[in-house]
Every structure is written in structure tokens, then in C-alpha cells.
């Protein structure tokens, strides 16, 4: 599932790291994948699909690799979800043509395509994150509000149950385009409908993401070294003066 390239926030993570001398190894969990795999797994990364792909990808993942997913995800390793991902992770996902696809049930949330007249929810989306604690440890890191800047491109509307929201959309659609939330977290997955990739564009996110990985894996603090982000901070700036948001 990286319909939307969000293989970028694959590459991003593994680049961040190779950038300060950690090692790394790229696990696909595809069909072939035992639920064994998920053990080993220190971050986990799904990204989107298009409807027909997401029920291929259900059927795969129900039973074992559901609960091995959840054993992981319930012990705090961190992941990142992408739009189709986070609807998998849910109660189910009513496609705009077709059978309900009934989802892991990690996430309280569920999500309905409205019909194929229905607009999709198309565009560049800006959000605070709002989740605690993440919220308040990115504002330590960041010493400001973290403010997401990413491209949406859904059908499916997303209702949260008991489930944190990610964020509050400052502007675009978010999970349903009506009660202003993006996203949810859960533990430390983060679930959002931002594609772009999402990391590239905020490298806080990721660094965040990779400082979990390590702290969860050694049991120890763990303090991750500066990196230059001058360049993905110009184009933040840019697109945010060209979507007219003040940060
Ligand atoms: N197929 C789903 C939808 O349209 C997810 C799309 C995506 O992953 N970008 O809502």
C-alpha cells in the first residue's frame, strides 16, 4: 500500500538515520510475511491504497498478523499510517462500490466512501496536532506549536470512536471534512489522511518517530543528533505563505 508515494516516508526515516550513523533494515510485510515478523519489527509504516487494493490487503492481514500488529503497536513501538492504513486499522471501511471491508479493530474509528457522486477530498491540508502526549513533546522539541503540512486525496470519511485525534485542521478536509479533526493516535501510531509524503515535509515527525523507535528498543533516554532541515523548512515556509496560514 504506498499508492500516494508514501514509500517517501520509508526512505525518509532510513535517510535520517543513516544521516546520524544508525543502522537500519527495511522489512516488507507483504503476503509472504509470517506474523512472526511483526515481532521484530522497531517502527512500522503502512501507507494508502485504492479500495480495490485495500480489501486484497485485509484479507491478508486478518487473524494472526491482526493481533501480532496490535501486540506490537499496544507495547508502544511507533508507527506512522497513511489514509487507507488508518481505515484498515479501524472497525471496517464501506468502499464507494462493494462488499463493507471489515477492518483489524485496533483503532475505534470507522470509515464510509459517501458514493462515487460524492467529491473526493482532494488537496493540500494543514492541522495542528493536538494528541497528548505527543503534542506537548513536540512542542518541546520544536518550541512551538507542531503544525502538519501535507496533501490529502480520500473518498472514505473517517468517524473516531475513543480514539484521540491527531490534530485539528486548519485547512483542507481531514478525516470527514465536517467535525474539523485529522487523524488519530493510539499509543505511539500516529494515523493521518496526509500523504505528501508526510515525513519529508515534517521532519519533526520523524525524528520523533525514530527517537521512540530507540527508546522503546533500548529502555534507556535517548537524545538524537541536530540534522540541517534548513531546505524542508524553506518549503514549509513557501507553501505555507502560498496557502496563506500563519505558524
Ligand atoms: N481508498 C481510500 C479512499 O479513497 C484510501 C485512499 C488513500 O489511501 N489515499 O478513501
Not at 193 to 215: C, E, M, R
Amino acid at each position: 500500500m504506498s499508492t500516494y508515494g508514501d514509500r517517501g516516508n520509508v526512505i525518509c526515516l532510513q535517510k535520517r538515520c543513516q544521516w546520524r550513523g544508525i543502522q537500519t533494515s527495511i522489512v516488507e510485510l507483504d503476503r509472504q510475511a509470517e506474523a512472526g515478523a511483526f515481532q521484530k519489527i522497531d517502527l512500522l509504516v503502512g501507507g494508502g491504497a485504492q479500495d480495490r487494493q485495500q480489501e486484497i490487503v485485509m484479507r491478508d492481514l486478518q487473524g494472526a498478523k491482526a493481533e501480532a500488529m496490535r501486540q506490537i503497536l499496544e507495547d508502544g513501538i511507533p508507527g506512522v499510517f497513511t489514509c487507507g492504513s488508518p481505515q484498515l486499522l479501524g472497525h471496517y471501511y464501506e468502499p464507494a462500490v462493494g462488499q463493507r471491508i471489515e477492518g483489524l479493530g485496533i483503532l475505534d474509528l470507522v470509515s464510509k466512501h459517501p458514493g462515487l457522486e460524492a467529491r473526493r477530498c482532494i488537496g493540500n491540508v494543514v492541522f495542528e496536532i493536538t494528541a497528548s502526549p505527543l503534542a506537548e513533546e513536540l512542542q518541546g522539541i520544536l518550541g512551538k506549536k507542531p503544525v502538519v503540512l501535507g496533501f490529502e486525496n480520500h473518498g472514505g470519511r473517517t468517524y473516531l470512536g475513543n480514539v484521540s485525534p491527531l490534530g485539528k485542521v486548519i485547512k483542507g478536509y481531514g478525516n470527514n471534512g465536517e467535525d474539523g479533526m485529522e487523524g488519530a493516535f493510539y499509543c505511539n501510531a500516529i494515523a493521518t489522511y496526509s500523504h505528501g509524503p508526510l515525513l519529508p515535509k515534517n521532519p519533526f515527525l520523524a525524528d520523533w518517530l525514530i527517537q521512540t523507535a530507540l527508546v522503546q528498543k533500548y529502555q534507556q533516554a535517548i537524545a538524537l543528533k541536530d540534522l540541517d532541515n534548513d531546505l524542508a523548512l524553506q518549503a514549509r515556509a513557501a507553501m505555507f505563505k502560498r496557502l496563506d496560514v500563519s505558524v
